[in-house]
């Protein structure tokens, strides 16, 4: 039996994890969203009753409201409440990538300086700050103690330069952020037995493509293109069930001792991203 807690599972990826986690009745999977009666709905709709999956109300930009899920009821927080005191993995998943603003390059997002901005600071908070406020106390508790970091290729720098990816700068540079907080949690906790690893997923069908204009649309084209290069045999998103099987397997088979604490890697462990 594992505890897990996994943020952002009202959709894509994040369900995914949910639904094979809990899909083994031993697993404690506890899912951290903003809106928990919508996830309900969902799981009752596609899952139906699981009692093993627990879903409880945060937000990742507002440190209060994740402080609500460890807020003490009878003299326990929910999560110590549902496994007894300890978490034995994190999968911190939830992210934030602005659609508007994924497809122009640097130059073009400086010339609307505030929104700009704005888009760079909130991909900021939640993409790393957030997932900075979680529950390593409970980690150390744990048995399996590793946390997992949905992490991006775009973040590889090496990759940006050799294909001149200029797409998606907000969201990328929030995701080297969290990849360097993944390394510092290393640096302070592999000593206990804590294993930090970011893991790219690949390119997954979760609906960003469903709503581009025909402008975006074309730039789209322009970043597949380049995958294809990188990758002859790239064919496209993946499904989530696919991206997540081998998330977990790479999760499953890393260890503190092999090399892997503190890395980013994508799901084919290494750093070959599709």
């Not at 919508?38 to 990742?60: S, V």
């Not at 496994?83 to 992210?95: F, P, Q, R, V």
């Not at 797409?167 to 360097?180: D, Q």
């Not at 730039?219 to 064919?235: P, V």
Request: proline letters at 3%; hydrophobic letters at 40%.
């Amino acid at each position: 039996m594992s505890s897990y807690l996994i943020t952002g599972v009202s959709r894509g990826i994040g369900f995914e994890f949910l639904r094979q986690l809990s899909a083994d009745t031993t697993n404690i999977v506890i899912g951290l969203v903003r809106n928990k009666d919508t996830t309900d709905q969902k799981i009752a709709a596609e899952l139906g009753p699981r009692k093993n999956i627990h879903i409880l109300q945060a937000d990742l930009t507002n440190y209060a409201s994740i402080k609500e899920s460890k807020k003490p009821t009878m003299g326990k927080s929910e999560v110590v409440k549902i496994t007894g005191g300890s978490l034995d993995i994190i999968i911190a998943n939830a992210g934030f990538m602005n659609p508007d603003s994924a497809w122009d390059p640097i130059g073009v997002l400086g010339e609307q300086p505030e929104r700009f901005e704005a888009d760079l600071l909130y991909a900021f908070r939640v993409n790393v700050i957030g997932n900075i406020h979680l529950f390593m106390p409970l980690i150390l508790k744990g048995t399996t103690k590793k946390v997992h970091a949905l992490s991006s290729a775009m973040a590889d720098d090496k990759f940006a330069l050799d294909y001149d990816l200029a797409w998606n700068t907000p969201m990328t540079i929030s995701k080297v952020g969290l990849n360097t907080a993944v390394a510092k949690f290393s640096a302070q906790y592999r000593e206990h037995g804590v294993l930090s690893l970011a893991i790219c997923p690949g390119m997954v069908d979760v609906g960003h493509f469903d709503k581009l204009t025909e402008a975006q649309l074309v730039k789209g084209g322009e970043m597949l293109g380049k995958f294809k290069t990188y990758a002859s045999d790239f064919a496209g998103a993946r499904k989530p069930e696919d991206a997540v099987k081998d998330v977990l397997a790479v999760l499953d088979k890393a260890t503190v001792t092999d090399g892997s604490a503190g890395t980013f890697v994508s799901h084919f462990g290494n750093k070959q991203w599709f």
